[in-house]
T-cell receptor, first 116, second 114 residues
């Protein structure tokens, strides 16, 4: 169990560019969550998957944001035409609906996005 | 809808002193409550969780929290602060067990004074 892995850890981009973040969850976890955390705030829910199905999206997730989990394993979060307001830490977390740790989220270290 | 309010964005305590981090919740249904800790450059880590089994919940690293329905509170305590406790702490709530769509508070940064 190597934990939840996120790449890249840091991304600096210019406004208008597209960026993609990748999350590799704990291998046996069937749920995967994306959160966003801005300075001085707690994490805010963006979306989550159970296996490959995207079950819920927050209203925070504008049309410029898209998330996928094509084979029920890793997930990508793409932001198109980035804006300065997208600057934040993007957190990925995974969980299992079975076993002793049901209900517990395991977080990655996050991917920090800076839009210039 | 659920929400949590963390009173005090910054708390400083002396090493060896009591740690008290405050969290009040709002929920129209019985809540499930969590405390997470975030060390610098690390991911959030679960400290403890309240799932209605017991009102006093013990977690890792000597932390505990007590669920008080009458006060809608879930404050985090530790009898004796250690330098390694310096971190940011987040309270979170969800409405149903197994639903990890958590609503987080704004966090409390804990500083330990030697």
């Amino acid at each position: 169990d190597t934990g939840v892995s996120q790449n890249p850890r840091h991304k600096i981009t210019k406004r208008g560019q597209n960026v993609t973040f990748r999350c590799d969850p704990i291998s046996e976890h069937n749920r995967l969550y994306w959160y966003r955390q801005t300075l001085g705030q707690g994490p805010e829910f963006l979306t989550y998957f159970q296996n490959e199905a995207q079950l819920e999206k927050s209203r925070l997730l504008s049309d410029r944001f898209s998330a996928e989990r094509p084979k029920g394993s890793f997930s990508t979060l793409e932001i198109q035409r980035t804006e300065q307001g997208d600057s934040a830490m993007y957190l990925c977390a995974s969980s299992s609906t079975t076993g002793t740790n049901t209900g517990e989220l395991f977080f990655g270290e996050g991917s920090r996005l800076t839009v210039l | 809808a659920q929400s949590v309010t963390q009173l005090g964005s910054h708390v400083s305590v002396s090493e060896g002193a009591l740690v008290l981090l405050r969290c009040n919740y709002s929920s129209s249904v019985p809540p499930y409550l969590f405390w997470y800790v975030q060390y610098p450059n690390q991911g959030l880590q679960l400290l403890l969780k309240y799932t209605s089994a017991a009102t006093l919940v013990k977690g890792i690293n000597g932390f505990e929290a007590e669920f008080k329905k009458s006060e809608t509170s879930f404050h985090l305590t530790k009898p004796s602060a250690d330098m390694s406790d310096a971190a940011e702490y987040f309270c979170a709530v969800t409405s149903s067990w197994g639903n990890e769509k958590l609503t987080f508070g704004t966090g409390t940064r804990l500083t330990i004074i030697p």
